[in-house]
Each structure stands twice: as C-alpha cells, then as structure tokens.
C-alpha cells in the first residue's frame, strides 16, 4: 500500500473548467508538497502547507489533517495547465509521494 | 536569481562506466536534496543534506550509489559501476529548511545508461 494515494491518475478537462485533484495520505505529516511537472520535464513546487488553505493565482491547495487528506483545485482551467501534479507527504525526515495526476486541459 | 543549476542536462553512457552528476543549489539554501524519477517508480527521494550534512540516504538504492557535498554551493550524485537500471532523470533540489519549505528543482539531468 501506497503512503500517498492521489486521484484521479489521469484528466481531460475543457478550458475553463474547475478542477480538483485529491491526494491521501496515511502517514503522519509535518508538512504536504503539491509539484508540477510540465511536459518538458521540469519540477516547480506550487505550495507547501500543514494545514488550511493557500491560494496562488487561480490554485487553491486545502488540507485537512484529520481526514489525512489535501485537494488542489484549479479555477477556469487553462491549457498550459496541462502538466502531472504530484502529490508529497513528508513527516521531517522521510518523503512520499505520490504516482501523480496527469492533467490535459483542452481549447 | 540563479535558480537551482544541474549538470550535465543529458548524459548517455555504456554500462559499467562511472557517471557524475552535479547540482549547484541556490545561494542561501542550506538542505539540498537528490531525487530520481523513472516511469516505474516515479520519483523517489535519494538523499538529502542539511548544512552540508547527509541527513537520511535510506532511499539510496545501492552501495554503487554515493553523494558528496563538499561545500554549500556544490553537490554530486556518483553512480560506480553504472547498470542499464539506473537510467533515468535525477533532479536537484534545495530549499532553506528541510521538509517544511518549499522546495525549488533544477531542471534534471537525463541518464541512460547503454
């Protein structure tokens, strides 16, 4: 069993559309990393959070810790959006990620 | 700002050769930290070290793996002998705190090994 499971593995979505990815964890966490990876290969680390909520732009990351588990949601999608969102539960020392979320937003 | 610099960007090389891998983090940034992703596992935390210091290498696969970092601005990722296996992306990362900062990556370097 996976100490991070995330959902769903892949998703089309229409430009605009509201998108949620979910991530579980069953581990213990000081902190919860949500990546982008786009299809060029590069990783940037979009949030960083232990508990409630952050905002960037049009990206919402939530968490809640007694439910073991965090969404990020993106507002009116967009195509250059499309990219793996990864998922990393980390307890200080020890790091787990998650398979990630392929993302495709269409025109 | 000078981001979190890897080199080389791509490597390709026959087996059993030794590979290098090299990560200049950012200035300032004292925990740096070596990942590898492949297609099968996804990514995976190698080592990381905070202040210099290697912290947890529990996710070093093998004795044929080893990290150095000799000072704050510099950091390899050896692999001696290299195995077909080992081909896949290794990406840097340095932050200012271990685990509960952001993390920012270099932009990999591709191995396949032949």
């Known amino acids: 069993k996976n100490e991070v499971e995330q959902s769903p593995q892949n998703l089309t979505a229409q430009e605009g559309e509201f998108i949620t990815i979910n991530c579980s964890y069953s581990v213990g966490i000081s902190a919860l990393h949500w990546l982008q990876q786009h299809p060029g290969g590069g990783i940037v680390s979009l949030f960083m959070?232990?508990?409630g909520k952050k905002k960037h732009g049009r990206l919402i990351a939530t968490i809640n810790i007694q439910e073991k588990h965090s969404s990020l949601h993106i507002t009116a999608s967009h195509p250059r959006d499309s990219a793996v969102y990864i998922c990393a539960a980390t307890t200080g020392n020890q790091f787990y990620f998650g398979t990630g979320t392929s993302l495709t937003v269409i025109p | 700002d000078a981001g979190v610099i890897q080199s080389p960007r791509h490597e390709v090389t026959e087996m059993g050769q030794e590979v290098t891998l090299r990560c200049k983090p950012i200035?300032?940034?004292?925990?740096l930290f070596w990942y590898r992703q492949t297609m099968m596992r996804g990514l995976e935390l190698l080592i990381y070290?905070?202040?210099?210091?290697?912290?947890?290498d529990s996710g070093m696969p093998e004795d044929r793996f080893s990290a150095k970092m000799p000072n704050a601005s510099f950091s390899t990722l050896k692999i001696q002998p290299s195995e077909p296996r080992d081909s896949a992306v290794y990406f840097c990362a340095s932050s200012r705190l271990d685990g509960n900062q952001p993390q920012h990556f270099g932009d990999g370097t591709r191995l396949s090994i032949l």
């Open positions: 200035s300032g940034h004292n925990s």
């Open positions: 070290f905070n202040n210099n210091v290697p912290i947890d």
């Open positions: 959070l232990s508990s």
